[in-house]
């Protein structure tokens, strides 16, 4: 449930929180240990970016979509950020190992 909301770009603390019943657990223990929601949703986004990048039947469109963006370009500026280089430079950067 959480994995579709987050792919339509709805992943936010207390929207989880609610869904699962677990708000004040979820905000007392992602405090305790320092985290910061957006953050592990963005590393998480970021993982899953370069899982399915590796497969090449999934487009650049369909991987942004999978990500939760609605628009490939948002999804190009993210990556970039997490990596430095886009999603089709690193696709050919596969490619020739």
Do not use: C, H
């Amino acid at each position: 449930m959480a994995e579709r909301r987050a792919r339509r770009g709805a992943a936010s603390v207390i929207v989880v929180g609610r869904r699962t019943g677990l708000l004040r657990t979820l905000q007392r223990r992602l405090k305790e240990q320092g985290a910061d929601f957006k953050k592990l949703v963005n590393e998480t986004r970021r993982r899953f970016a370069l899982r399915y990048l590796q497969d090449r039947n999934n487009t650049l469109t369909e991987v942004a979509y999978l990500l939760g963006y609605a628009e490939v370009s948002a999804f190009n500026r993210a990556f970039k950020r997490w990596t430095r280089t886009t999603p089709s430079e690193y696709r050919r950067g596969l490619a020739s190992r």
